[in-house]
Structures are given as C-alpha cells and as structure tokens.
C-alpha cells in the first residue's frame, strides 16, 4: 500500500516536473524568440544609427561648405563693396578738386577781366583826358595868338604908358608864373601818356620782356605823376593817379615774375 501510494506520488511529481520541463522549454522558446527579435530590432536600430550617423556627417560636411561658400561670398562682396566705395570716394575728391579749380580759374578769370576793363577804362580816360588837353592847349594857343595879332594891330609901339604904366609891368614881373605853370601841365600829361602806352602794351603783353618794358612805363607814369607840383590844378588828380598806377605797376610785376618762373 505505502509502495503504491508512494509510486503514486512519484508519478505526480514526475508529471509535475515533466510539466515544469515544459512550460521552461516553452519559456526557452519565448526567450530565444525575444533575443531573436530584440537582435534583429537591434540590428535593425544599429543600421539606421549607422545611417542616421552618416546623414548627419553628410549635412555636417554640407554645412561646413555652405558657411564656406557664404564666408567666402560674404568677404568678396565686402571686398567689393569697399572698393567702390574706396572708388566713389576718391572720384569725390577729384571731383571736388576740379570743382575748386575750376573755381579758382573762375576767380582768376573775372579777376582778369576786372583788371583789364580797369586798363580800359584807365585808356579811355586817359584818352579823353588827353583829347580834353589837347583841345585846352588849342585854345591857349589860340587865345595867345589872338592876343598876340591884336597887340601888333591896335596897341601902339612906343607908348610911354606900354613901357611905364605899373599896370603893363606887372605882368612881366609874374611871367615865371606861367612858365611853372606850363612845366606842370607837362609833367602831368607826360604821365597820362605814359601810362597810357602802358596799359597798351599790356593788353598785348606776352613774354617777360614785355611785361617788363609794361613795369618801366608804369614806374615812369608814377615818376612823372609824382613830380607834380602841390600848386598845380592837377595836383589832387595826379595823387590818386599814383594809387592807381601802382596796382597797376604791381599787377605788371607779378606777371612778369610769373613769366620767369
């Protein structure tokens, strides 16, 4: 009885164990179906690591050559931006220094023509001045002649008043009157006339030499204006001359210093 119960028992548990040999089998199964799966889904994640890595180090060499390209871009349209700027820059400049040339010659220009209508105007003065001096020497001479036919025709020769009338001798007395008179108008006409042969020879002068020879007729004009007497009528006339003929004198010597250099 205890034998047969105890190969009973025996049997159950071999069953039991058998059961359990089982279900590990089937668990060995299901554990080498995960690693199975587990494997290939690694595989599977290694793989498209793998391709994942290679996409990226494509875009990271990718990216290097764009920032690359752009940096290199960037920097030649720097480069060119600065060359034309560095070019309208310097065009500016020029444009400026011509601008102010082109002044200076402006300013040079009308202070010639300034200067060469003051010569004209000077000419024409002085040409209506000698007009006018010629017209009052006429007249002098005239009126002198006139005097000179009626004291022949109607004042008697031996008339004792002609040779003691105080009235008659006091002209003799202030004859040397007349004749200063005349030394005075002379050198004052000198002038005018040398500064006019002045002002046109300036007008064609050219070379050194002839802005020279224009230096030593103005220096002659003033020489002779100044030689004027204080008691002659033109005396205040021949003053200003002075002052005009010297910025003349002074014009004419620098261009002739100018036609040195």
């Known amino acids: 009885m205890n034998s047969v119960e105890e190969l009973a028992r025996l049997q159950k548990r071999f069953q039991e164990a058998a059961k359990v040999i089982d279900d590990l089998?089937?668990?060995?199964?299901?554990?080498?179906?995960?690693?199975?799966?587990?494997?290939d889904k690694l595989s599977n994640n290694s793989f498209e690591l793998s391709q994942t890595k290679q996409e990226i180090d494509s875009l990271s060499i990718n990216h290097k050559e764009y920032k690359k390209y752009w940096h290199e871009t960037?920097?030649?349209?720097?480069?060119?931006?600065?060359?034309?700027?560095?070019?309208?820059?310097?065009?500016?400049?020029?444009t400026q220094s011509e601008i102010d040339e082109s002044k200076y010659q402006l300013h040079e220009l009308k202070k010639r023509l300034d200067e060469t209508e003051a010569f004209r105007?000077?000419?024409?003065?002085?040409?209506?001045?000698?007009?006018?001096?010629a017209l009052g020497s006429f007249l002098i001479g005239f009126i002198a002649l006139s005097l000179s036919i009626y004291s022949i025709l109607f004042l008697p020769k031996n008339s004792p008043n002609a040779l003691h009338?105080?009235?008659?001798?006091?002209?003799?007395?202030?004859?040397p009157s007349p004749k200063n008179s005349s030394i005075q108008v002379d050198y004052f006409r000198e002038a005018v006339n040398k500064a006019t042969r002045a002002?046109?020879?300036?007008?064609?002068?050219?070379s050194k030499d002839d802005w020279n020879l224009v230096v030593n007729?103005?220096?002659?004009?003033?020489?002779?204006m100044k030689s004027t007497s204080s008691s002659s009528s033109n005396?205040?006339?021949?003053?200003?001359?002075?002052?005009?003929?010297?910025?003349?004198l002074n014009y004419a010597t620098q261009q002739a210093e100018q036609m040195s250099q």
């Open 165 to 175: 009338s105080p009235q008659e001798s006091s002209p003799t007395i202030a004859s």
């Open 121 to 133: 105007s000077e000419f024409k003065n002085n040409v209506q001045f000698n007009k006018n001096l």
């Open 217 to 224: 007729e103005w220096q002659t004009a003033i020489d002779m």
């Open 235 to 248: 005396y205040e006339i021949a003053q200003k001359k002075v002052i005009e003929y010297q910025k003349n």
């Open 74 to 94: 960037f920097n030649g349209i720097h480069n060119k931006t600065e060359n034309i700027l560095t070019q309208i820059s310097q065009i500016e400049n020029k």
């Open 25 to 39: 089998s089937r668990i060995k199964q299901e554990l080498e179906q995960l690693s199975k799966s587990y494997k």
């Open 199 to 206: 002002a046109t020879l300036a007008q064609s002068a050219k």
